[in-house]
């Protein structure tokens, strides 16, 4: 709003007067905030009966994490190996080279990017 930004409310149409969208975030905010305050509230009041908050299995679960995640990275590894194996044989000496090869073929990374050379240091 100090802006100046133009923006439509679907809800309140195009030609809102900016006094009743602050009117209309003023009430957001503080509804947020006794949101929040109700939130701590219960919270506090669960915790004095005694319930144990958060996850009581979190060691558990941090180990099924990780074990997801490092198969996932083994599974990807091993879908890729084979083409940079390949890819060795054929030509490419440098990771730039390699980079390039995967990119060429349209491979994407395991998060669906580019491969680029990276250097690792090491200590």
């Given at each position: 709003m100090a802006h100046r930004v133009a923006f439509v409310v679907?809800?309140?149409?195009?030609?809102?007067?900016p006094f009743v969208?602050?009117?209309?975030?003023?009430?957001?905010?503080k509804e947020r905030a006794l949101i929040a305050g109700r939130t701590r509230a219960a919270l506090a009041?669960?915790?004095?009966?005694?319930?144990?908050l958060g996850n009581p299995n979190i060691e558990h679960a941090r180990e099924r994490a990780i074990a997801v995640i490092k198969g996932e990275a083994e599974r990807a590894a091993g879908n890729v190996l084979p083409?940079?194996?390949?890819v060795r044989r054929a030509r490419a000496t440098s990771l730039r080279q390699i980079a390039e090869a995967l990119n060429s073929r349209g491979i994407s990374t395991?998060?669906?990017?580019v491969w680029m050379r990276q250097a690792f240091e090491t200590s």
């Amino acid at each position: 709003m100090a802006h100046r930004v133009a923006f439509v409310v679907a809800e309140l149409g195009a030609d809102v007067d900016p006094f009743v969208l602050h009117l209309y975030a003023a009430l957001a905010d503080k509804e947020r905030a006794l949101i929040a305050g109700r939130t701590r509230a219960a919270l506090a009041a669960a915790k004095a009966r005694g319930v144990k908050l958060g996850n009581p299995n979190i060691e558990h679960a941090r180990e099924r994490a990780i074990a997801v995640i490092k198969g996932e990275a083994e599974r990807a590894a091993g879908n890729v190996l084979p083409i940079i194996n390949e890819v060795r044989r054929a030509r490419a000496t440098s990771l730039r080279q390699i980079a390039e090869a995967l990119n060429s073929r349209g491979i994407s990374t395991p998060r669906g990017g580019v491969w680029m050379r990276q250097a690792f240091e090491t200590s």
